[in-house]
């Protein structure tokens, strides 16, 4: 009952067919929008499994897969003007190379900074991961400056693809579910039936047991913050793609709410994560343009508080591990 709470608002007048119509097509572009969060929601949800830190560099490491993508752009000589053919191997050299680069960073972060601070007070790695955040936005004012940047619309992400019953599905919007959805399968896939995942999985759960098991547990954390960098930096292209801008504050943004959706969805939990990010992106989609954007972080983090009152674990709560 309470994922229905924040559209209630939105469709008070069924009878408006007009209303009903719109409704649906600022749902389509929540979840477009959700579908990104989400991505970035599950770096956060993995390295919190697995080590109980909120990484809030996390966002950034998101900030800077964009960044790499944009930059790439004239490395390869993409346009709009380019074939579909050269687009899609561009873009698929692109994702490649933005993802590795935003994994490698997440994993020197963790092997640098947090590491050494395994057995200190978790206020400790914690303050660490702010101060990287701020670092890493730095480095993205020197990159590109403070301004927001326009990318090249490669793919004319808000041109109509196709209409379903007066809903409009951009190229965006189906770039958005189609690259998302496969990647967090394949993370599933690989947490639920992969050696390495039974490892993160058992590290998550008791990491003292699985050391004596002959798991190598820094690995298996090193391991958990690769796979949440490599998904961050996917959703860099992905929201560059989208959103056709580039900015050093996107990660501070985008990471605040992907961290919400982690708490919301139940942190430690994959599904949760992306359940979380496609509610935000639902609510983000109605009240932007029922109510006004200035309005919206409001109705999410009053969501948020409500759920948490209700159900302190998240929508799909999932017990952690007792620290130590």
Known sequence: ?????????????????GNLTRLGNNVVEGLSNGAIIALVALGYTLVYGIIELINFAHGEIFMIG???????YGTLGLTPETGAFGLIVGLLVILIISALASGSLNTMIERVAYRPLRNAPKLAPLITAVGFSFILQNVGI????????SVPDLLGSQSELFNVFGLSISRGDLLAVVAT???????TAFIGRSRLGKAMRATAQDPEAARLMGINVD????LTFLLGGLLAGAAGLINTLYNTQVWYFQGFQAGLLAFTAAVMGGIGNIRGAVIGGLIIGVIQGIFDNRIG?????????GYLVLIMVFRPQGLIGEETREAG
């Open 1 to 17: 009952m309470l994922a229905v709470v924040p559209i209630i608002y939105a469709v008070i007048d069924l009878r408006d067919d």
């Open 66 to 72: 964009g960044f790499v993508a944009f930059g790439l």
């Open 142 to 149: 020197l990159w590109l400056g403070a301004s927001q940047k």
């Open 181 to 187: 959805v496969p990647l967090v399968v394949l993370l």
């Open 219 to 222: 690995t298996t954390i090193s």
């Open 293 to 301: 954007n200035e309005w919206t972080p409001a109705f999410v983090f």
